[in-house]
Structure formats: C-alpha cells, structure tokens
C-alpha cells in the first residue's frame, strides 16, 4: 500500500473504533501537519508565544476527540487538521488579548497568491477568524475553501477534492472569497 492507502485505511480504522490507528497514523502525517503549522507560524510575529510544535500537539490532542468522524479520505483528515489549528491559533489569540479589529490592526495583503501573505498576521486571526465565520453564514464552501488553502497550506486540486468541485469551482471561490474578506476586513460596508 502507498502512504496515501495507508492514511486512509488508519482512518477509517481510527473511525471504526481501532484506538491504536491514531498512534499509528500520526509518524505518517505528522511531518506534513508540522510542515503546515511551519508555514503558517512564519507569518506570525516573532514575539508570538506559540510555537509551531505545540500547534501540532494542541491539533493532535483535538484529533483525539474527533475519532467519531466518518473520515473520506486523507485530504479530508487535512482539512479537519486546518479547521482544528485554526481553532486552536483564534483561542490563543483570544486568550492573549489581542485587539480586535482596529486599534493597532496592521494591513492585510490580500492581493497575495495565499491569502493574508502578510509577514504579520498575529493581531489579526481573530478579526480574520470573525470574517471567515460571517463568510460560513453566507456561503459556508467558500469559507471553508479559505480555511483548507491558508491554514491547511491545500492546493487549488486538493481543496477541489476535499469539497468535491472541480478546480474551476475553486478559482471563482477563490477570486470571490478574497474580494469579500479584504472588504471586510478593511472595515468597509
């Protein structure tokens, strides 16, 4: 069997009930979800508190409580593992006190390739948290094709696969998500 067969056949595994698939699945995925956890804490501040290892473990311990999930495949166990560390980033922010929007909020790129390419989010992922959930009440694929791309670090084909939309799907998403949030996150009505 390839890696990929082997995620998948651990979560299901893991889904059935087997406690010991997780132990066995996470040496597979583990370089891969600290690889996203990596690229995401590089945009953070350099005085941000949370380390990239402790993200994975907080993603992992999060996991543990997931086991119920019907798992689809290993694209869908990523995009699982995006929502969780967005969650697990946003609380952190929360707990530290971070303004919320306006204040010392600095600019947003959102003209980048990946959304919020800024060198500096930290102050920002609980403004960015609150736009992606008012964009989940108005169009929840959309929301959630900006969750796999910019916290889960997917590509174009693999979100397409995640949600079940061709490619083509994902790039209008995409084009429209990003003119809605940098209106929305720079404050304008």
Known sequence: MTSVQDVTALLRAWAAGDESALGRLMPLVYDEIHGIAKRYMGRE???HGLQTTALVH???????DAKDVDWQNRNHFYALCSSLMRRVLVDFARSRNFQKRGGKI???DLDAAQLLEASSLGDDVVAVDEALSKLATLDARKSQMVELRFFGGLTTSEIA???GVSVETVMRDWKFAKAWLMRELSGAS
């Not at 907080?58 to 543990?64: G, S």
């Open 45 to 47: 501040r350099h005085s």
């Open 58 to 64: 907080e993603v992992y311990f999060r996991l543990i």
């Open 106 to 108: 600095a600019h947003i």
């Open 161 to 163: 696969g995640v949600l």
